[in-house]
């Protein structure tokens, strides 16, 4: 059964950098059938996709945050990773890691497996 | 950007039909997905590609799409259904993942 866990610094100080990684057991991440996402959620609020990345390394991210954001993927420990910059306040959120899988039509799938979510707080 | 508006909270009570609808522009021509989530919880897929279940999703969860409203329908809601729903698209427009803004789902 695939399993995704978060983990990373529960508190982040402000202006600085967000760094979580997800943890992929149950199956490879080097598998050319799916994409890894990060996904967040304010306490109390909605769901904000982040961004996406492929084995290979492609990425794309919500143009909101794209200026902060980068996503990373490591192979050989089936990890990949967020960075988040410049962090406020208005980034404290549970923020989840996720998996889609790969497709070539225009409109792709929802994320069918999720972490349980890590709750990151930026305060001083 | 692309925005997707659900009702804040919907109430049904045991054994009736709830109807959660996303309105967004021209949505019909998107695919949509919904997920639950309960309290303390990760969501959970229940409908992709606007109608599909994925594997161990009862029955009486079904979806529909069509002009600028999609909806996601419990049939024979049970106690256990009571959680958040989102619905999400993917926005070519802008290359953007959104969610709608969620529906409380309360089980009388």
């Known amino acids: 059964q695939l399993q995704l866990q978060e983990s990373g610094p529960g508190l982040v100080k402000p202006s600085e950098t967000l760094s979580l990684t997800c943890t992929v057991s149950g199956g490879s991440i080097s598998s050319s059938s799916y994409y890894w996402g990060w996904i967040r959620q304010p306490p109390g609020k909605g769901l904000e996709w982040i961004g996406s990345?492929?084995?290979?390394?492609?990425?794309y991210y919500n143009p909101s945050l794209k200026s902060r954001v980068t996503i990373s993927v490591d192979t050989s420990k089936n990890q990949f990773s967020l960075k988040l910059s410049s962090v406020t306040a208005a980034d404290t959120a549970v923020y989840y890691c996720a998996r889609r899988e790969f497709t070539t039509v225009t409109s792709p799938p929802g994320f069918d497996y999720w972490g349980q979510g890590t709750l990151v707080t930026v305060s001083s | 950007s692309y925005v997707l508006t659900q009702p804040p909270s919907v109430s049904v009570a045991p054994g009736k039909t709830a109807r959660i609808t996303c309105g967004g522009n021209?949505?019909?021509?998107?695919?949509v997905h919904w997920y639950q989530q309960k309290p303390g919880q990760a969501p959970v897929l229940v409908i992709y590609?606007?109608?599909d279940r994925p594997s161990g999703i009862p029955e009486r969860f079904s979806g529909s799409n069509s002009g600028n409203t999609a909806t996601l329908t419990i049939s024979r809601v049970e106690a256990g259904d009571e959680a958040d729903y989102y619905c999400?698209?993917?926005?070519?427009?802008?290359?953007?993942?959104?969610f709608g803004t969620g529906t409380k789902v309360t089980v009388l």
């Open positions: 021209n949505i019909g021509s998107k695919s």
């Open positions: 990345i492929y084995y290979s390394g492609s990425t």
């Open positions: 999400q698209v993917w926005d070519s427009s802008s290359d953007n993942y959104v």
């Open positions: 590609y606007d109608s």
